[in-house]
């Protein structure tokens, strides 16, 4: 029978999540992944006591995480382990740590009665995440950017600013698809760094281009700012970066970047679009990451085309990629 209580699926969510990450954390799946291992010794390598672990391992077991072998042990359920561990290029792990650190930093009933009370959280991440997070962005990127290279509006475009461009991880793919293509990434200094490793990995330093910028103080600087020897730039690319901020800091950042490029000048706004999305969707529930933020930001197609033409852009079209739950925005400067 269907349970009546729309919150009892929230609520036991939240359980399950929590035990998951506790044994994340630990270093419990981790040690279960290779194969099966006794309680016993498991209770030994992390020092924890055997009863309430036998009860975590069992709750695991109900909720698909773990199977129990019988004497052998216990062992990461087939789904899991590949959840986990593989295929290459996973970041579900990534994405289990940074969740528990924002739902413990921000993203909590605290943390959204605090935005609603006009608390801004910075947009910078915090240096202790910077290391996994730009990992998970690096891995997420290489997934997302071949879905933007299938625009047409890309080909034939020669200079890429991929703004707040993390990691590279747009760059580099993009570039490595179309050999025509430079980029340069604008980011904060100690995400660049990140960056740079990746480039170099990538052994496309002669085409990825970093410049350190800060988004809420630098200008972005191109030969229309007076800069003649800036970059200059036939397209642009906000991957992941306005849902960071409220709506004056997006009108600013968006004509920050109609600043460096010329009239007809492509942007590619790939971000969350929400056009209603079912309830109990990622993508519904992603709007509550912004909101704990502080930047409440949950355009529709109208919203993001009046802040789009609000900053010199007209909007030509949106692209959702359903295998992302994202939306690319493609609009041309005035
Ligand atoms: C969610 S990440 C998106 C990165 C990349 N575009 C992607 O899609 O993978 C947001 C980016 O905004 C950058 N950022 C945050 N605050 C910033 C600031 N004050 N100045 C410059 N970049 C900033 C972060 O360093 C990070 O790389």
């Not at 990450?21 to 419990?28: D, F, K, P, Q, V």
């Not at 295929?87 to 650190?101: T, V």
């Not at 906000?238 to 009239?263: C, K, Y």
């Not at 085309?305 to 079209?317: M, N, P, S, V």
Request: charged share 25%; with cysteine; net charge negative.
């Amino acid at each position: 029978m269907a349970d009546p209580d729309p919150l009892s699926p929230l609520r036991s969510a939240r359980k399950v999540l929590a035990a998951v990450e506790a044994a994340e954390g630990i270093g419990l799946l981790e040690a279960v992944a290779g194969g099966p291992v006794p309680a016993g010794q498991l209770a030994d390598s992390f020092d924890l006591r055997p009863e309430p672990l036998h009860a975590l391992l069992r709750v695991l077991r109900w909720h698909g995480v773990l199977d129990d072998t019988g004497a052998a042990g216990w062992q990461l359920s087939e789904v899991y382990r590949e959840l986990l561990t593989g295929p290459p290029g996973s970041n579900a792990r990534a994405l289990l740590r940074i969740e528990r650190w924002a739902a413990q930093d921000h993203l909590n009933a605290d943390g959204v009665t605090a935005a609603l009370r006009g608390r801004r959280l910075p947009t910078e991440i915090p240096d202790a995440e910077l290391p996994a997070l730009a990992d998970a962005m690096l891995t997420g990127a290489r997934a997302s950017a071949p879905h933007l290279a299938r625009l047409p509006e890309l080909r034939d475009r020669t200079s890429l600013a991929d703004i707040a461009g993390g990691s590279g991880g747009y760059s580099l793919t993009l570039c490595r698809m179309f050999r025509g293509l430079t980029a340069t990434v604008y980011d904060r200094a100690p995400m660049l760094e990140n960056a740079a490793r990746a480039v170099k990995e990538a052994e496309l330093g002669d085409r990825v281009r970093l410049v350190a910028w800060d988004l809420h103080r630098d200008p972005l600087a191109g030969p229309e700012a007076g800069e003649a020897s800036g970059p200059a730039h036939d397209a642009a690319l906000l991957s992941h970066v306005l849902h960071l901020l409220d709506r004056r800091e997006r009108v600013r950042l968006l004509t920050g970047a109609g600043r460096l490029l010329p009239g007809g000048g492509l942007l590619l706004v790939h971000d969350f679009l929400y056009e209603e999305p079912p309830a109990g969707s990622a993508l519904a529930a992603s709007a509550v990451d912004w909101l704990a933020l502080g930047a409440a930001y949950h355009p529709d197609r109208r919203a993001l085309a009046a802040e789009l033409a609000e900053a010199g852009f007209t909007l030509r079209r949106t692209v959702p990629l359903p295998a992302l739950g994202t939306t690319v925005a493609v609009a041309t400067r005035d």
